[in-house]
């Protein structure tokens, strides 16, 4: 299965007993919308709403931070969501949070997962079937969650990268808030950027349609933001949840040497200690 399949191929594949489709719709903190109301209210037959905002390790007060295994590993067992499913995420987010949950299944061992390109919104631009309610609860299944920790990136990581600059930086929050210009939309946080890093607005990954760029063109995108290919990557945000766009974005061609900084800039920003950068990249 590839890691993006179109509504179409999702339409024919309804049904099948081996996929689990996810809702994983998030917003940011204060947007005016509620991710499981809308799933309720419709979505695309058979799924199952993912709760990915909570999809966290709660006993952290940093937000959106990798949940441990046992954390992970009952949220898919009730979801009825095993690591060999074919498993197609989506969501209806100006996020497009659902390459965030492309990433946590990856990392905790999912072996076929791929994101409907599009979403949602495409979706229901085509006037596929919906289905609104919760639905039938799903048959309990056995995930052995196990974090890969080489593709998690931590605050000491990113310290150390200041001075080695072993990996290039790369930061999925929009240009103003990136720059300095704009707030942080969380209470008490500085505004800026890592030093170093550059700035790739999660956005610029889709193309004008709300479709994953491809090829020559998300190679051009990345090159338009002086991201350096043959380099390392660490990808930041505001919570590491865009960041994972960022990431999948490389994954489209073929770049894996990628990891994710998951405390963003909601851990650095928030700590006087660490360097800050206002200004472009």
């Known amino acids: 299965m590839d890691q993006l399949v179109s509504t179409h191929w999702l339409a024919e594949a309804l049904g099948a007993p081996d996929l689990r489709?996810?809702?994983a719709t998030s917003f940011l903190p204060g947007t005016p919308r509620d991710p499981q109301a809308e799933y309720l209210a419709a979505h695309i037959p058979g799924a199952l709403f993912l709760d990915l905002s909570n999809l966290k390790d709660d006993s952290?007060?940093?937000p959106s931070m990798v949940p441990t295994n046992e954390q992970f590993a009952a949220r898919m067992a009730q979801l009825g969501v095993g690591k060999d499913d074919r498993i197609i995420v989506?969501?209806?987010s100006p996020l497009t949070s659902s390459g965030r949950a492309w990433w946590l299944l990856r990392l905790f061992g999912a072996t076929q997962i791929a994101i409907l390109d599009g979403g949602m919104q495409r979706w229901?631009?085509?006037q596929r079937p919906t289905e609104s309610g919760e639905g039938p609860a799903p048959t309990p299944a056995s995930f052995a969650a196990r974090k890969d920790e080489a593709q998690v990136r931590t605050k000491a990581d990113l310290i150390a990268n200041i001075e080695s600059c072993a990996a290039q930086v790369v930061d999925a929050r929009?240009?103003?808030r990136f720059t300095g210009e704009d707030p942080e939309p969380r209470p008490d946080m500085v505004s800026g950027h890592i030093p170093g890093s550059r700035n790739l607005p999660t956005g610029k990954m889709l193309d004008a349609d709300g479709l994953w760029k491809r090829g020559e063109a998300m190679r051009a995108t990345f090159a338009q933001a002086g991201v350096d290919l043959d380099q390392p990557l660490i990808m930041t945000c505001g919570s590491g949840v865009?960041?994972?766009n960022l990431l999948f974005g490389a994954a489209l061609i073929g770049k894996h040497d990628v990891t994710i900084y998951?405390?963003?800039?909601s851990e650095w920003g928030a700590d006087p200690d660490t360097p800050k950068a206002t200004g472009p990249a």
């Open 174 to 176: 929009g240009a103003t």
């Open 21 to 23: 489709i996810l809702d």
């Open 124 to 126: 229901l631009a085509e």
């Open 60 to 62: 952290d007060p940093r």
């Open 242 to 244: 865009t960041a994972c």
């Open 90 to 92: 989506y969501d209806n």
């Open 262 to 265: 998951d405390g963003s800039w």
